[in-house]
């Protein structure tokens, strides 16, 4: 059964830094395409960065655009989202999603198409 997991949250200072990792379990390699959302307490899930299927196409909304940088380990199955210069405002549950792609494709799927989720992993940003 293919699901996916996240790991690598937790409490970091602001300006800090965390890399999440998002497994792709029981997916097939380059098959889809990976976006990372989050959800803070009282506010609604913000999207915030995509990857293609091939790992060679990439987009980063407004929030994070310089801050966070993705990346794509198609072996281990695993996409990493790259956290750099943290502030109070990023903490939240961090969540990542698939959508099916064709092979190796490089187009990114819009929001709608993220169909498979993973549980949720705690980003804590404080002094």
């Known amino acids: 059964q293919s699901h996916l997991v996240e790991s690598g949250g937790g409490l970091v200072q602001p300006g800090g830094s965390l890399r999440l990792s998002c497994l792709a379990s029981?997916?097939?390699?380059?098959?889809?395409?990976i976006a990372w959302f989050r959800q803070a307490p009282g506010k609604e899930r913000e999207e915030l960065s995509r990857?293609?299927?091939?790992?060679?196409?990439?987009y980063y909304f407004d929030a994070v655009k310089g801050r966070f940088i993705l990346s794509r380990d198609i072996a281990g199955n695993t996409v990493y989202l790259i956290m750099t210069r943290l502030k109070p405002e990023d903490t939240a549950v961090y969540y990542c999603?698939?959508?099916?792609?064709?092979?190796?494709?490089?187009?990114?799927?819009?929001?709608?198409?993220?169909?498979?989720w993973g549980r949720g992993t705690q980003v804590t940003v404080s002094a």
């Open positions: 999603a698939a959508a099916p792609s064709h092979f190796r494709s490089s187009y990114l799927p819009s929001t709608e198409e993220y169909a498979y």
């Open positions: 029981g997916f097939t390699p380059e098959t889809y395409a």
């Open positions: 990857i293609s299927a091939d790992g060679t196409n990439t």
